[in-house]
């Protein structure tokens, strides 16, 4: 199925936290061939965040009402646009972007402005969600589309958010390009058993939350003799010998770094939560990439609807306790059928795959 003329002419332009993000490489894999162009812009709150102070944090609330309003960045993004001729604008994250997208909409009717809703909600807390939902209602009628990860939160946000004036939407599986999916061969399985965590330790850090905090389902799993690999931090340092640490490392080197171990670990601290709803209906970037990985995923048996619907056809191993699952990865037989079984399904998540679903859905919005 290939796109049609419309898209075919037109220049898509990304906005989103990080420029050279893997989603803005995800999402020119999918419009590969499908449209005239491709660009990536910064939204305001990454372009701003040296000049940051009280006031700009005031700011911040109007603009979630009425549109990014600082003029610097505002009109650099429409600058762009304009020398580009970008007729769409697909900004990325949760409700992240809506202050630049309404902005945009406003100052460049003609653009058509699209929501990637990767993560939603954001918020941890009933009022925090609350107000999340209160701004995209809002930005409702800005809104030329939106693009869901799953079929779960599309339908949370439409029982949830809108009920009534719900804007066009389609569901496209966040995907990393076949270019990061891990190519070397699938590696001997191990004689014992071994996890890896790729997801946040350090609890000191300024954005890390409540559910980051994995340590006693670490501690859990630890006590059962299964080698646990993460990245290091001060408050994991702790000397345990079925602990091992690695330091950070660029997304394509701990792809392949992931395919050596019997699992990826995928567990959030959500009964530290007030509200779990972010983990039932996110598809989270750890998830996706130990799907590049080719390796089988370990996550609790209990939520994370979402991220067991990507996964219908991709080998998970559920449990409940950690002694559960040190029962499963002891049968070194089974484990090497489903890292098999993951090698083999990995080629099936793969973004260029969901490009004519997702052109289709921005050629009917021109």
Request: hydrophobic share 35%; with cysteine.
């Amino acid at each position: 199925m290939r796109s049609h003329s419309s898209l075919e002419r037109t220049i898509v332009t990304v906005l989103g936290t990080d420029t050279q993000c893997e989603h803005t490489d995800s999402l020119q894999a999918m419009l590969d061939g499908h449209v005239a162009g491709f660009g990536a812009l910064p939204d305001s709150q990454s372009a701003t965040k040296n000049r940051r102070n009280w006031r700009s944090k005031f700011s911040r609330l109007t603009d979630q009402l009425w549109g990014t309003s600082d003029p610097g960045y505002l009109n650099s993004v429409l600058s762009t646009l304009d020398e580009t001729q970008s007729k769409i604008v697909i900004g990325y994250w949760g409700t992240l972007p809506l202050p630049d997208l309404l902005a945009i909409k406003k100052a460049r009717p003609d653009v058509k402005v699209v929501l990637l809703l990767l993560c939603y909600p954001l918020a941890l807390s009933r009022g925090g969600i609350l107000r999340q939902d209160f701004y995209l209602r809002r930005a409702t009628r800005f809104l030329d589309g939106i693009v869901f990860p799953s079929d779960l939160t599309e339908g949370y946000v439409r029982g949830r958010v809108f009920r009534t004036g719900f804007p066009p939407s389609v569901v496209i599986p966040p995907c990393w390009p076949r270019s990061f999916q891990a190519t070397c061969e699938l590696r001997r399985t191990a004689a014992s058993p071994s996890l890896i965590f790729v997801g946040r330790t350090d609890m000191s850090s300024p954005t890390a939350t409540t559910a980051d905090d994995v340590r006693p389902l670490m501690n859990s799993i630890l006590g059962t003799g299964i080698d646990l690999h993460h990245a290091r931090s001060p408050e994991t340092d702790d000397g345990h010998p079925h602990r091992r640490h690695f330091s950070p490392l660029p997304m394509r080197e701990l792809i392949d770094k992931i395919g050596e171990f019997d699992a990826s670990l995928i567990a959030y601290n959500t009964q530290a939560c007030a509200r779990d709803d972010r983990f039932n209906l996110t598809i989270p970037d750890r998830l996706i990439t130990s799907v590049a990985a080719g390796v089988p995923v370990a996550i609790p048996r209990q939520g994370y609807g979402a991220i067991k619907s990507y996964l219908r056809d991709y080998p998970m191993l559920e449990f409940d306790t950690a002694d559960e699952l040190a029962q499963t990865l002891a049968d070194r037989s089974l484990v090497v059928q489903l890292r098999e079984e993951a090698w083999n399904s990995r080629l099936n998540y793969d973004a260029a795959r969901c490009g004519p679903v997702l052109a289709q859905f921005l050629n009917r919005l021109l």
